[in-house]
């Protein structure tokens, strides 16, 4: 908090600085001209001078260079404009001071200085300054601190779009492992979903011979060949509104009426099983003779849902389940062998052929019939 | 109001109040402040009055005027009244633009001078 007092007389500056120094301004620098006082600020080159300045006291008629035009170089450098300049004079003409002012100037005092006056008018500009100092920090403050704010909310921003996009991957990948409103439930942190479906039709399909053929064929190309035929099941099952359940092996498990129940659910999955058929005739094993599949239906009761812990699958249990299963595996290839219960269903719209009776384990023997066609 | 049958008491020469007002910013490990203050008057006014005497020989009243105007700041500083009011004359004189008549106030201000010198010599006078 230093004081710089600019005057070419000895006398006028030991004076102020007694003046000043008696009321406790101890950190007084002088200048015997304007170039002096400009080194002492740094004005042109580096400061020599301590370099906060607080107040300047610059008497206005010095030889060289006079203190109005010292006061506007001293205005018109950025770095220095803030600091208050009191003009020393003896003049107490109107338009010297007149020139002061527009000089920039923020106040004067007469030689001879009356001590009172001085020390109110240093006090006050001491004041100014300091206030002008403490408004600057905090405004600087502020700005940095709202700096770091959008900062921080661009980091935010940013996270929460990588969030977004981590759930919607986690989304895809859930939805494509569980139908969209079992997935909610989950989400929703139901523990164990098992639901009754009184009246849904369950659909198992298989390659014949498989087992034969994966002996003879690279692995490789067998899994190819599965991952073709599947994929053009499931945009079939998604076609017919059907459930795909999973794949085991070189079985198809697909279901109609759940999660949403429909009415037409048997009729939809022989749609489905015509298609199928119709969509591997003509293909080609790899070892060049025609791929088969053999497919059965059932329809009746089940139960649906999610359990255990790890691996979730949206699964069906039931005897329902079983008898499709059985009604495949008991199947003559390339035919859609179907229970009694599901041609009940279809009868009116589907054309089939009685197959008699088969023997189904743990049930006997049932009547069964082969999907032909739609009528 | 100068009378050479009477010593010359120099009185008048200085206002003793502002001068001895300024021993009231005397710091107390710091020499004299008076007596520095005068001493610098003293060093600091013959080259001003070297420069008001030089701005009127060259006829040039803004020299005048700036020379008059240091002078009497300073004498101002230390009550040397009579000095600072034949200053502010000069000064005046500079800003109306002309240097006549400037001579006659010189010579004044430099015996005025002369006789400030021998009052802050010889110091105020005690009571009697």
Not at chain 1, 226 to 252: C, M, R
Not at chain 1, 340 to 364: H, M, N, P, S
Not at chain 2, 31 to 59: N, S
Request: hydrophobic share 40%.
């Amino acid at each position: 908090m230093s004081i710089l007092i600019v005057d070419d007389s000895a006398g006028s500056r030991l004076l102020l600085s007694s003046i000043l120094k008696a009321a406790g301004y101890k950190e007084l620098v002088t200048a015997e001209s304007a170039q002096g006082a400009f080194e002492r600020l740094g004005l042109n080159g580096p400061a020599t001078g301590p370099w906060d300045v607080n107040l300047i006291l610059m008497d206005i008629s010095m030889p060289d260079m006079d203190g109005i035009e010292a006061c506007c170089r001293i205005k018109a450098d950025a770095r220095l404009q803030d600091i208050p300049i009191i003009m020393v004079t003896a003049s107490t003409e109107t338009e010297d001071l007149q020139l002061a002012f527009t000089a920039g100037a923020m106040d004067y005092i007469n030689k001879p200085p009356n001590k009172v006056e001085l020390l109110a008018r240093v006090r006050s500009a001491l004041e100014l300054k300091h206030e002008m100092d403490r408004r600057k920090e905090v405004t600087q403050q502020l700005q940095e601190s709202n700096l770091r704010l959008e900062e921080a909310l661009a980091s935010l921003d940013e996270k929460h779009r990588q969030l977004l996009e981590e759930q919607g991957k986690s989304e895809r990948l859930l939805l494509n492992i569980l139908p969209q409103p079992i997935a909610e439930r989950l989400k929703q942190s139901e523990g164990v979903i098992a639901d009754n479906f009184p009246d849904v039709t369950v659909l198992f399909a298989d390659i014949v011979d498989f087992t034969k053929l994966s002996a003879r064929v690279p692995p490789a190309d067998v899994v190819a060949m599965l991952n073709d035929v599947f994929s053009k099941f499931d945009q079939l099952a998604e076609k017919h509104g059907l459930e795909k359940i999973k794949t085991i092996g070189d079985a198809y498990m697909v279901v109609g009426g759940l999660p949403t129940p429909r009415p037409d659910h048997a009729e939809a999955v022989a749609d489905m099983a015509l298609d199928m058929r119709g969509a591997v005739a003509g293909r080609l094993r790899a070892t060049g003779s025609l791929l088969t599949v053999r497919i059965g239906i059932n329809t009746g009761p089940v139960i649906a849902g999610v359990i255990g812990t790890k691996k979730f699958i949206y699964d069906l249990w039931g005897d329902t389940v079983n008898i499709a299963s059985r009604m495949e595996s008991l199947g003559a290839p390339a035919g859609i062998q179907v229970t009694a219960a599901t041609y009940e269903r279809l009868r009116d719209r589907y054309l089939f052929e009685r197959r008699g009776t088969v023997q189904v384990k743990g049930k006997g023997e049932m009547v069964t019939y082969q999907l032909v066609g739609r009528k | 109001m100068e009378n050479d049958n009477q010593p010359d008491d120099l009185q008048d020469a200085i206002d003793w109040a502002v001068l001895n007002g300024l021993r009231e910013f005397q710091a107390e490990d710091e020499p004299d402040l008076v007596q520095e203050l005068v001493g610098l008057f003293k060093r600091e006014a013959p080259p001003q009055i070297e420069a008001i005497r030089a701005a009127i020989t060259a006829g040039d009243a803004e020299r005048l005027r700036k020379a008059a105007h240091s002078l009497k700041g300073s004498s101002a500083n230390l009550g040397v009244r009579l000095v600072s009011a034949l200053g502010a004359d000069l000064e005046q004189k500079g800003r109306s633009g002309t240097v006549e008549g400037a001579d006659a106030l010189l010579a004044q201000l430099e015996r005025e001078y002369a006789r400030a010198c021998r009052a802050l010599d010889a110091g105020p006078r005690g009571p009697a």
